[in-house]
């Protein structure tokens, strides 16, 4: 296959280079320069404000993580009754996060919690997170919904499995890989998300995104380098997880 | 009647996400729509009679030039990232599965990265004291160092770079289940390569363009970060312009007037797309191929 195409195979190879190079320059640089391979590193790691926007980020992203986790998969169990009053607007509206431009999203809900007089903070971050992190996983967990064999749970049911423990025994575990990858993921998006967190951050609950982005714009430095090579591979690895969890 | 009433209830395990999307979605986007016909006092308060002079306002030369501005940079960033992703996205397509699988990891992965470390990346490499420079500085092919950031150039190559993996999914995917044979059979009734790609490659994969030139396109247009961070100071944008107008002028209203433009724009693309991908899964279905995927579940694949 390969072999007949070698412009196409030279050319995909170049776009893939286009992609990856800058993300490698990132990597080595952060590891150049010092006295040892890890200096930037542990220099970045002991520069307050970036440990504090570091657990900022933390801490909004677990939160995000618990609500939308939760609401998405309750809507995503609900969402299997095939017919019902307002189902056309009620996914008209799951849809509408992904749709909207993110600037929309973040400044309308500014305007919002402004107007309810709550604080901008890490609090009012994960409200606006957890808004768009919802759909993304109430939709990963219905397409496993969708794929999984309902024979199972009529089993159950015939059996004499009242339906609580129907769920409880037959329906989670099988919808558990989902779950876990649809919170891997609100966590990431709401770890890396910049623009909605840009309005509904207050002043002093920067997120890391957000302090890269300051000092980006004072210039370059290693620390710099070293933190985001940091959350590069965390990143990656968060990738990894999910990719193999799908697998199974 | 009444278990007819029943069956259609909505389940009440939607209701928490529901109440949610109405509280943190539709009423903070009411509230904008509502701003967008105030105005602003005196004293930088919001005055609460009807008026629409925020989207006159929208309409002076200065906001049009902004607006000429962004869409002129979103079309060519679509333009350009359509002609780079066909062949790839026709490569992987043709690819066996295996190759299918790993091509499609390498493309989404740098997808997944923080946006503001890709642009970040890009300005180590692209500086002044960045890699292509210290590289074409040492071969002696420059004497001075080529400046690649802080103008249109710097902000088109990062407009590229990342919204490349937006055009290359939905691409893929239509080609994907673009039946091949097709063109075979083109060729066997006499069409030349270049008369069976425009009369049978390209109109049947016409969804992929259309979603992945949406995918592009919009966000494209909002974009404010991008110029921000690769574009020096010298050129404003929307979503600059709604930025600034939110945060620094701290003009509500007239910012609330834009975003509902913008708000109106993805709109209406959106739908455009919806009943066009409707008439297309009708085509595709008829000429026995399976349907493209709907665009909001092309989204959520590209984070999966």
């Keep these: ?248 | 009647m009444n278990q007819k009433m029943s069956r259609r209830q909505p389940p009440l395990l939607i209701l928490p996400s529901l109440a949610w999307f109405i509280v943190f979605l539709i009423i903070p986007i009411g509230i904008v729509i509502l701003y967008s016909v105030r105005h602003k006092g005196a004293y930088g308060q919001v005055d609460w009679s009807l008026n629409l002079d925020n989207y006159k306002r929208a309409f002076e030369p200065i906001y049009l030039m902004i607006v000429a501005r962004s869409l002129w940079l979103a079309a060519y960033t679509t333009a350009i990232c359509l002609a780079l992703s066909y062949p790839l996205a026709y490569f992987m397509a043709r690819s066996s599965e295996g190759a299918k699988k790993a091509l499609l990891a390498l493309v989404i992965i740098p997808f997944w990265t923080n946006f503001v470390i890709r642009v970040y990346s890009l300005k180590l490499v692209l500086g002044e004291a960045g890699t292509i420079n210290s590289v074409l500085l040492k071969l002696h092919l420059i004497s001075a160092p080529l400046q690649m950031v802080d103008n249109s150039f710097g902000v088109s190559i990062g407009m590229v770079y990342n919204y490349l993996p937006f055009m290359v999914l939905p691409m893929y995917v239509a080609l994907d289940k673009f039946d091949f044979t097709l063109m075979d059979a083109a060729y066997d009734l006499g069409a030349t390569k270049t008369q069976t790609i425009i009369r049978v490659l390209l109109p049947l994969s016409l969804p992929g363009i259309v979603t992945g030139s949406l995918f592009v396109f919009i966000p494209a247009f909002g974009e404010f970060v991008i110029p921000d961070l690769l574009g020096g100071s010298q050129s404003m944008y929307v979503g600059t312009l709604i930025t600034e107008t939110f945060l620094k002028s701290r003009d509500w209203p007239f910012g609330s007037a834009l975003s509902s433009f913008l708000v109106l724009f993805a709109m209406a693309a959106f739908m455009f797309v919806l009943s066009r991908q409707a008439a297309d899964d009708e085509n595709l279905r008829r000429a026995e191929n399976t349907a493209p995927a709907p665009l909001p579940d092309t989204k959520v694949a590209l984070h999966v």
């Excluded at chain 1, 998006?189 to 300051?214: E, K, M, N, Q």
Aim: charged share 15%.
């Design chain 1, 1 to 248: 296959m390969f072999k007949r195409r070698p412009v196409l195979v030279a050319y995909a190879g170049f776009l893939l280079f286009f992609l990856y190079f800058p993300l490698l320059v990132l990597s080595i640089s952060s590891f150049r320069g010092g006295p040892t391979f890890y200096h930037w590193y542990r220099r970045a790691f002991s520069d307050p404000q970036l440990l504090l926007a570091l657990r900022n980020s933390i801490a909004i992203g677990l939160g995000t993580t618990v609500f939308s986790t939760l609401l998405g998969t309750l809507a995503a169990l609900g969402m299997r009754k095939e017919q019902f009053w307002g189902r056309v607007f009620f996914e008209s509206l799951l849809n509408l996060p992904l749709v909207l431009p993110e600037i929309v999203m973040g400044l309308a809900m500014l305007v919002w919690f402004v107007f309810l007089n709550i604080t901008l903070g890490l609090f009012s971050v994960v409200l606006a997170h957890t808004t768009f992190t919802v759909s993304y996983v109430t939709l990963i967990i219905l397409a496993r919904l969708k794929g999984m064999d309902p024979l199972l749970e009529e089993a159950a049911a015939d059996l004499g499995a009242t339906p609580w423990r129907t769920f409880s025994r037959v329906t989670l575990p099988l919808l558990l890989p989902a779950v876990v990858s649809g919170a891997l993921l609100a966590f990431t998006l709401s770890f890396d998300d910049f623009l909605i967190t840009f309005f509904t951050a207050g002043v002093g609950s920067d997120t890391l995104p957000l302090r890269i982005y300051s000092m980006m714009r004072f210039g370059v430095t290693p620390e710099m380098n070293a933190i985001s090579s940091a959350m590069l591979f965390l990143t990656l690895g968060a990738v990894l997880t999910v990719f193999r969890l799908r697998k199974d």
